[in-house]
């Protein structure tokens, strides 16, 4: 089965820090862009950072810009998201995917029809 799987989330006081990690199952995901997104209750799924193929292009959602950072280990099959500086609005489900078509460096975060490969997500609560 062609999978992802996000681990890393759990509560967090405000300023804090986590790591997520998305790891691909049932194929390599070192020519595919990858992206975390994530969804809070009441909201629709927002895309949060991707990043491309050989780290061609990296984007992020304009309220994470200098406190998350993505990164991409292909030997571990996996992509990070560090996140620093925890707010209580980051509290949501993350969720990473992959672009299903390979070698795209479009890296488009607001066209989530264009991922696949959906995990099953990771809480993230942001909480004193």
């Known amino acids: 089965q062609l999978q992802l799987v996000e681990s890393g989330g759990g509560l967090v006081q405000p300023g804090g820090s986590l790591r997520l990690s998305c790891t691909a199952s049932?194929?390599?995901?070192?020519?595919?862009?990858i992206g975390w997104f994530r969804q809070a209750p009441g909201k629709e799924r927002e895309g949060v950072s991707c990043i491309t193929k050989r780290n061609l292009r990296i984007n992020y959602t304009k309220s994470v810009k200098g406190r998350f950072a993505i990164s991409r280990d292909d030997a571990k099959n996996t992509v990070y998201l560090q996140m620093d500086s925890l707010k209580p609005d980051d509290t949501a489900i993350y969720y990473c995917a992959a672009d299903l078509n390979p070698d795209s460096v479009l890296c488009a975060l607001d066209q989530l029809k264009r991922f696949g490969y959906w995990g099953q997500g990771t809480q993230v609560t942001v909480s004193s």
């Open positions: 049932g194929f390599t995901l070192d020519r595919h862009a």
